[in-house]
């Protein structure tokens, strides 16, 4: 029962931490998450896990903004690549992908 009670403690210590986390995050910071959330979850293999992070990541997509859209539809494209990869269980494409996207991001956000 102790170990029971210390182990839920430890639970909910660290879910307040990640909400903390997330909820003071940037934008930028919050999309690399996503990036991080998508590719560990191919890398376990936890397809449904990481397609809800993919799919978010093509939510994010802005086709409203004139000066955004073709880059937003290029993403779109490499997104839905990456899911059709892993559908056909080719992870590591999917994975490569990400990471490239996920870097090159990083890189823009140090820029600025």
Same mark, same amino acid.
């Not at 990640?18 to 996503?34: G, N, R, V």
């Not at 859209?69 to 690549?81: A, P, T, V």
């Not at 996920?102 to 890189?107: A, E, F, L, M, Q």
């Given at each position: 029962m102790l170990e029971q009670n210390l182990y839920k403690s430890h639970d909910n210590k660290a879910k307040a %931490? #990640?909400?903390? &986390?997330? *909820?003071? /995050? +940037?934008?930028?910071?919050? @999309? #690399? =998450?996503? %990036?991080d959330l998508a590719i560990q979850s191919y890398q376990k293999g936890d397809f449904a896990r990481a397609n809800r /992070?993919? /799919?978010e990541l093509i !939510? +994010? @997509?802005n086709f409203a903004d004139e000066q955004a =859209? &073709?880059? +937003? $539809?290029? @993403?779109?494209?490499? %997104?839905? $690549?990456a899911q059709d990869? /892993?559908?056909? +269980? !080719? $992870? !590591?494409v999917s994975i490569k992908i990400l990471q490239e996207l996920?870097? *090159?991001?990083?890189?823009l956000f140090k820029e600025k």
């Open positions: %931490y #990640l909400l903390k &986390e997330i *909820t003071e /995050a +940037s934008p930028q910071k919050l @999309l #690399l =998450k996503i %990036y /992070a993919v /799919a !939510n +994010s @997509l =859209k &073709e880059i +937003s $539809f290029g @993403l779109l494209r490499l %997104y839905q $690549f990869q /892993a559908r056909k +269980s !080719n $992870f !590591n996920r870097d *090159t991001w990083s890189i």
